[in-house]
């Protein structure tokens, strides 16, 4: 009712006064609108933020004891080698299972990208499927698919000869099992991936096929160049995704460790950061040494997401239509 | 296609192996599907039988039945049901009202809101995860569903941001006419501006029920007790607590698994949509 008068009164003259009344109007309805997000914002983010910092400058452990330490928490962090273990182990799924996963969903959507195949959607679906079967259900399957000697892969590798090693139990393959799993389950990545594909114009390729360029050429020639803003934002997101590795991760060592709970799986070799920095957290409620390291995460995820920022605002501009 | 003398016979060899591999790597994904749904329906006794036996014979469909009775999985599935639409309706409720005050509402605020959104969604959960621990102890809502449900009815950066990018398409002439209409905003947004972004909120709803049905970490933090248990954590305890019982636990999987696969179908164009749009595809 109040807008009907200042519109109506605008044309004789105040509108100057108006003008000013309409955006004093506008304000209040703005935040009104977003109140949630700003109460949400203190509540769930700025105190939460600001608390994990402080934290991490003291030995809380959630009961009793919360003295200020200064910089001992980030200098134990620095000393703990069970820190230098899970770096490792988090550095190890990152570098293999980022270029593997991204090969895989690329392959796929490649595949699926085919001129003149029929039921292309029905593939789609099937390649898609592996990606809805919820994370801790999955993990149950590939622990079933990789039992050391019942399990589906040992079985079919046993057809060509191959002695499949004990994915669980063996330290050295603990890691390679978890990474199965997830290319198992690249099925984002393969639709993302094949969107982009789509969007390459076809008169590049008609160009270069009468030009003699044979589908090898093709690809690396007119394919991989457009779409590179794509891959490049794929590979930072994974990579960031795999920093804060936990649910597979936890789901595999809690089980194929019995001895110890949550414990780091065999000879600890499934002791990622996150889930060392659980264990720390909600089992040795060590909550003070927890925040020093989620605060020393963030930093290395914000690092990595300034360059996502990046790379994606150079996608924007490399429009190839 | 635009040759004049039909494929070549590289295109011919190229198409061969495309299709080749096609119904290669559709075979590799789909077994451990069928290796779940297989174990799923197998006699206990069989399941580590050599060499492996490829079919369930007899299928045993009571391990449907067993699952449900040994597991206490009516009452895991309920609560999981319970712990995953509260979120869909309290983004619902909260995303598209904040990104109406970003998009549709010319005020200062919403230009200095919208860095800050995209900002706390660099923050990894991992930060504020102990904190709010803390809180919640504190407040006594642990062992509660509160913690996991409260915080989607003030908004989530990422779906603030999926509704913001669509709404922001929405011609403002349809808004600024309603308002010289008279209309409030709070009408304008619930049935103009609601209907407008319909397949856009169908899309936030399908991804946050799917986050919700498949989160570990917020039921392991908040739900010790088992009465309280999703299906997530179910699981996981009803495998510690026992010797693994495959055909059990692979039925258990199938049940947690076949309700997303249903919705896959009836809901695949929001899926696709959703996917590409988070990916700055579109």
């Not at chain 2, 299709?19 to 069928?34: E, K, M, Q, S, T």
Request: net charge positive; hydrophobic share 50%.
């Amino acid at each position: 009712m109040k807008s009907n008068v200042i519109v109506e009164r605008a044309p004789d003259g105040s509108a100057r006064l108006s003008v000013s009344a309409r955006q004093r109007r506008f304000n209040r309805i703005g935040l009104m609108f977003a109140s949630p997000w700003i109460i949400g914002f203190l509540c769930f983010t700025i105190v939460p933020v600001g608390m994990a910092i402080y934290y991490s400058f003291t030995n809380y452990d959630l009961f009793s004891r919360q003295d200020w330490v200064w910089f001992q928490n980030y200098v134990d962090i620095f000393h703990d080698r069970y820190i230098w273990k899970s770096l490792g182990n988090t550095m190890y799924v990152t570098l293999i299972g980022t270029p593997l996963g991204q090969v895989v969903a690329l392959a796929l959507a490649l595949l699926l990208n085919q001129r003149r195949i029929k039921g292309i959607p029905v593939f789609r679906t099937l390649f898609y499927l592996p990606t809805l079967v919820p994370i801790v259900a999955s993990s149950m399957l590939f622990m079933w698919v990789l039992n050391g000697n019942h399990g589906l892969l040992n079985t079919v590798l046993g057809w060509f000869g191959i002695p499949g090693p004990y994915w669980l139990s063996d330290p050295k393959f603990t890691k390679m099992a978890l990474i199965i799993m997830d290319v198992w389950r690249c099925g984002t990545g393969m639709i993302i991936y094949l969107a982009a594909l789509r969007s390459v114009p076809e008169t590049f390729y008609e160009a270069a096929e009468l030009d003699g360029a044979g589908p090898v050429r093709r690809f690396f020639s007119i394919t991989l160049p457009c779409i590179s803003p794509t891959i490049e934002f794929q590979v930072v997101m994974s990579m960031i995704s795999h920093f804060q590795y936990f649910t597979q991760a936890y789901v595999f060592a809690s089980l194929t460790d019995m001895s110890n709970g949550a414990g780091g799986g065999p000879g600890n070799s499934m002791l990622f950061y996150c889930l060392y920095l659980y264990r720390k957290a909600f089992l040795q409620y060590k909550m003070g040494y927890a925040s020093a390291m989620a605060v020393l995460l963030a930093i290395i995820v914000i690092v990595a997401t300034a360059i996502v920022m990046y790379f994606s605002e150079k996608s924007v501009n490399y429009d190839v239509e | 296609m635009k040759t004049k003398h039909g494929p070549s016979l590289s295109s011919r060899i190229t198409r061969f192996v495309g299709i080749f591999l096609l119904f290669f790597f559709a075979a590799v994904f789909a077994l451990p599907l069928y290796w779940m749904i297989r174990t799923a329906l197998m006699d206990d006794a069989l399941v580590f039988s050599i060499p492996v036996r490829w079919v369930p014979d007899p299928a045993v469909w009571e391990n449907f039945v067993t699952v449900f009775q040994r597991m206490d999985l009516a009452k895991y599935i309920r609560n999981t049901v319970f712990s995953s639409v509260m979120p869909v309706i309290g983004v619902l409720f909260s995303c598209p009202f904040i990104a109406y005050s970003l998009t549709k509402v010319p005020w200062k605020g919403g230009k200095i809101i919208f860095p800050i959104i995209l900002f706390t969604m660099m923050i990894p959960w991992q930060v504020t995860q102990i904190p709010m621990y803390s809180i919640w102890a504190k407040l006594g809502l642990t062992d509660s569903f509160v913690p996991l449900i409260l915080p989607t009815f003030f908004g989530s950066g990422y779906y603030i941001y999926l509704c913001r990018q669509y709404m922001k398409s929405l011609p403002n002439s349809v808004i600024e006419a309603a308002r010289i209409d008279g209309a409030g905003d709070l009408r304008i947004l619930y049935t103009i501006v609601y209907p407008m972004c319909k397949s856009t909120l169908t899309t936030i709803a399908v991804l946050v029920f799917i986050a919700h049905w498949n989160d570990l970490n917020g039921p392991l933090l908040y739900l010790q007790s088992s009465s309280k248990y999703t299906l997530s954590i179910g699981l996981q305890q009803f495998r510690k607590a026992d010797n693994p019982e495959w055909p059990l636990l692979m039925a258990a999987s199938t049940v947690f698994t076949v309700p997303l696969i249903a919705l896959f179908f009836f809901a695949q164009q929001y899926f696709l949509n959703g996917i590409s749009t988070t990916s700055g595809l579109k």
